[in-house]
Nanobody
Framework: VQLVESGGGLVQAGGSLRLSCAAS????????IAWFRQAPGKEREGVSCIRRRYGSTYYADSVKGRFTISRDNAKNTMFLQMNSLKPEDTAVYYC????????????????WGQGTQVTVSS
């Protein structure tokens, strides 16, 4: 299983970013795919998850209405559209894969990307 994130960067508060997670080495549409983030000195927290195949989505309360997760099974890629960004969204964002149901608990996932930095300035 290989996951590679991209799309992070520096943005002003209120701005938008779109993260991508390119997957390889496994049957992508059999897996639930999730985004997590980790800010300095804080635990890794679940942001959003999208179910395998049918694509039901789940979000942390802190990002509902601002972030949208999606997947393109034909391209083995997952996306996280982040709008109305806030300084508290600053973190390293990771994608993770799981051959089971969706979860927003980091301990439920064994396959991780290397992360991409998102910095939101005030």
């Amino acid at each position: 299983v290989q996951l590679v994130e991209s799309g992070g960067g520096l943005v002003q508060a209120g701005g938008s970013l779109r993260l991508s997670c390119a997957a390889s080495g496994f049957t992508f549409d059999d897996y639930a795919i999730a985004w997590f983030r980790q800010a300095p000195g804080k635990e890794r927290e679940g942001v959003s998850c999208i179910r395998r195949r049918y694509g039901s989505t789940y979000y942390a309360d802190s990002v509902k209405g601002r972030f949208t997760i999606s997947r393109d099974n034909a391209k083995n890629t997952m996306f996280l559209q982040m709008n109305s960004l806030k300084p508290e969204d600053t973190a390293v964002y990771y994608c993770a894969a799981r051959n089971y149901y969706c979860s927003l608990y980091a301990t439920d996932f064994g396959s991780w990307g290397q992360g991409t930095q998102v910095t939101v300035s005030s």
